[in-house]
Nanobody
């Protein structure tokens, strides 16, 4: 059974940092690209970042470029999202997701992926 179990997140002040983790099981993690997407109340879902299977190629939405860093540890079957210089507009539920075809890694909605995590709330507020 494929599982993506997320951890991290929480409440942070503007300018602060958080790290999200996504532990994968039930599939060969190191063979597949991974993505992060987010959903804020009343807003359309937004693709945030993606990383290729080997971890040497990364992609970012313009809204987070230079502030967020996606990475992975294939030995630990874990995906990360380091978020720095957080802004109130970054507040959302964040999901890790994977698309086994590799063709949809920049899609905004979790329903366009094959599997996704349970989501974790990130709130940026003073």
């Amino acid at each position: 059974e494929v599982q993506l179990v997320q951890s991290g997140g929480g409440l942070v002040q503007p300018g602060g940092s958080l790290r999200l983790s996504c532990a994968a099981s039930g599939f060969t993690f190191g063979s597949y690209d991974m993505s992060w997407v987010r959903q804020a109340p009343g807003k359309r879902p937004e693709w945030v970042s993606a990383i290729n299977s080997g971890g040497d190629t990364t992609y970012y939405a313009d809204s987070v470029k230079g502030r967020f860093t996606i990475s992975r540890d294939n030995a630990k079957n874990t995906l990360y999202l380091q978020m720095n210089s957080l802004k109130p507009e970054d507040s959302a539920v964040y999901y890790c997701a994977t698309d086994f075809t590799g063709l949809r890694i920049r899609r905004p909605s979790i329903y366009e992926y094959d599997y996704w995590g349970q989501g974790t709330q990130v709130t940026v507020s003073s």
